[in-house]
């Protein structure tokens, strides 16, 4: 679907809307509702049980929204997180450049220095997004954190954090304290970040308020074992920046061997097999809609070594768009904030030399993913509209209906009751003809619904039974009712990754 109509589906089916909507609505802010919600919910824990799931020393924590200046001044967000940006001189209306440049440089600004953008806006004659004119200013960088003041006389500055990462470095020696004391430690936090965006745009892909799920492995640079050899064999999707085609030509695939032979370290190529392997096997996003798109040094944020952004190709944004990443930091973090902080934070673990962990990232966009799960699983065919998402993704994994709501539903009330006693999420529906309340529930993804009729109650041969019907098959089945929970159940659960 196009981005517009895909919206006002997600919209009219209560999966997000504007924030503010009923005063006009705020750029780069929306609503969750109740579906919205509960899939934003389903895809963190499936996030979770993927990521956390690597190993027993990868704990999830929950730090602060707001930090102190003296923390982003250490992180290096006060001087180098910056967007470009021009501004109309006529509308005196502001843009990020990437967006003015958008069709002529498609790959973006990165790495072109302000003189080369304005030079680019100048010989293409680039012209205002808004009111068309050619007076667009020289870009200036932008920063985009969101100050406040704190206490009653302000005297102290801080920010809602850019991201969710500074948490996690803020925490390592707490969290050393408090752990076995070996490495690799992994620290996660799922939680609001908070970008002051010049130009929000495409509902879900640029926010001025947003959640990430990212993943710090703090680590031994020389010590990192993963267990490589099961992934060996697995191909990745990959565009290298020294061999980038047209943006039609679809990526090199890959062996993961290939790569380290190439010069990737094993445990950067591992974590990119389970990346891909998160994206592919547990979102079932198709294997032709993923690519690992590698940014040069010019390219890359600050502070990374490597970095391979994760991308899926969605209709509703005409092409690629970055979902997630895997960041190769080094010890950039853990020697800013120690240096702030006038602290060591090097470790010693036991029986190994003391050092400074280096750190390797794995970020995500949830809400830029949850778009994603509408823009590659909502299916239209000339019957129905269907979202055919994982059932351990739906937002409402199970329909209970009555089939004549005054003769069946107390029943199914009270299956409804016990299913949800037993942990599974149930939706009950008692309005309009069964085939309406099929249709709205394969709009909102739910993978099973349970029809109560006359035969469930009535004695006979199935008494007791309900009639279990598939989502994608339309294909219906009579399952006795102490047997429901065992059948739904294990379908419910997300994906944990296999152990070597």
Known sequence: MKLDELFALLRRRGVLWPSAEIYGGIQGLYDYGPLGTALKRRLEDAWSAWFLGLSDDYHLIDPAEIVPESVVRASGHLENFTDPEVTCESCHTAFRADTVLAKVRPEGVDGLSAAQIGEIVRDRGLRCPSCGSLTLSVPRPFNMMLATELGVLGRERGYLRPETAQGSYLAFARMWDVGRRALPLGIAVIGKAYRNEIAPRQVLYRLRAFTQAELQIFFAPDRFPVPFDPVRAERLPIVRADRRGPEGVPPELVAASDLVDGGLPEFYVFHMVQLLRFLRDVLAFPADRIRFYEKSKEERAFYNRLQFDAEVRLESWGGYTEVGAVHYRGDYDLTRHGEGAGRDLAVTPTGQPKVLPHVLELTFGIDRLLWALADVHLV???????????????????????????AHGDYARTLADTLARDGVPVTFDDAGTIGKRYARMDEAGT???????????????EHDTVTLRERDSKAQHRIARGELSARIAPALRPPRPARA
Do not use: N
């Open 380 to 406: 239209r065919d000339a019957e129905r509209t269907v979202w055919q998402l994982p059932p351990y993704l739906a937002p409402a994994p199970v329909g209970v209906f009555p089939l004549i709501p005054k």
């Open 447 to 461: 993978p099973f619904c349970l029809t109560i009729d006359g035969s469930t109650i009535d004695p006979g041969p």
